[in-house]
């Protein structure tokens, strides 16, 4: 089995391919452990690649290809992931408090035990993602997709759900205090054991179909 690359040897083939006029492509590149803060892989191809434990805080990953990559327990403090493509990805116990993810593709991938406390998830499309036990502390969802998604014990004080839609999503026990969830669809979601009593729920499509008023 061969080495993870080393962070040099990241950052050289990242300046190669930008000299000869080429997107870096670090696809299935097994890059476990690396520190890569603050470096611009917008647009960068690292499908199926493996950033366990990567150190990635604050770069600059929006537009990148991480279809199922490998990041968990990976540092994404701060990072720019705007419009970035993680359909089937594993950020299990990923770090991305106060990351850009808006517009970003997350169907189907793995965000358990994942720390989002104040990113930025707005029209973030999330269809079949697991965050169980996540914790999205002032995280902001505005408009984001999360239909059949599993937010089953996952923490969402002072989050932002307006217009969010969680059709047949998996809310049992989330921890709702003072969570805006006004305007929300949540036709056919599992929200039992939920304590909704300082959630904002004005204009939201409550499990049985009826609208909160």
């Not at 169980?132 to 902001?140: G, S, V």
């Not at 709702?176 to 006004?182: G, R």
Request: proline share 2%; net charge positive.
């Amino acid at each position: 089995m061969s080495k993870p690359l080393s962070t040099s040897q990241v950052l050289y083939m990242l300046e190669q391919a930008r000299y000869q006029g080429e997107t870096p492509n670090l696809a299935r590149v097994d890059l476990t452990g690396a520190d890569l803060s603050g470096v611009y892989l917008c647009g960068v191809d690292l499908r199926g690649a493996n950033l366990t434990k990567c150190n990635l805080g604050l770069a600059n990953i929006s537009k990148a290809f991480l279809r199922s990559a490998t990041l968990i327990e990976t540092n994404l403090t701060g990072a720019n992931l705007r419009q970035t493509v993680l359909i089937n990805a594993n950020l299990k116990g990923a770090k991305l408090n106060g990351a850009n993810l808006i517009e970003v593709i997350l169907s189907k991938a793995s965000l358990r035990e994942a720390y989002l406390t104040q990113a930025d998830l707005r029209w973030t499309k999330l269809p079949s993602a697991n965050l169980e036990n996540a914790d999205l502390t002032e995280a902001n969802l505005t408009g984001a997709y999360l239909d059949f998604a599993n937010l089953s014990y996952a923490k969402l004080v002072n989050a932002n759900l307006s217009e969010t839609s969680l059709k047949n999503a998996n809310l049992y026990r989330a921890e709702f205090k003072d969570t805006n969830l006004s305007g929300a669809y949540l036709h056919m979601a599992d929200m039992r054991r939920t304590d909704l009593r300082t959630t904002n729920l004005s204009g939201a499509t409550m499990p049985n179909g009826k609208i909160h008023k």
